[in-house]
């Protein structure tokens, strides 16, 4: 699954309201055991694009929401 949700990550990249749609998604289908690497994933792939949304959806799910 974690593979899955990169390779959908990659292709959505164009695009930012589904970029962040998709992440949402694969953090409610991704293992919780497998979230710190995904997230490290996302980082070094997404952050000189994405590091807002990265932080905003990484940050909420740190906080519980």
Do not use: H
């Not at 390779?7 to 949402?24: C, D, G, P, Q, Y």
């Not at 980082?43 to 949304?53: E, N, S, T």
């Amino acid at each position: 699954m974690l593979d899955y949700m990169k390779m959908i990550l990659t292709k959505v990249s164009f695009n930012k309201a589904l970029f962040e749609k998709e992440l949402r998604k694969a953090l409610n289908v991704i293992p919780s055991i497998e979230v710190p690497d995904f997230r490290t994933w996302c980082y070094r792939q997404f952050a000189r694009i994405y590091r807002r949304v990265l932080k905003r959806v990484f940050g909420e799910l740190s906080l519980g929401m």
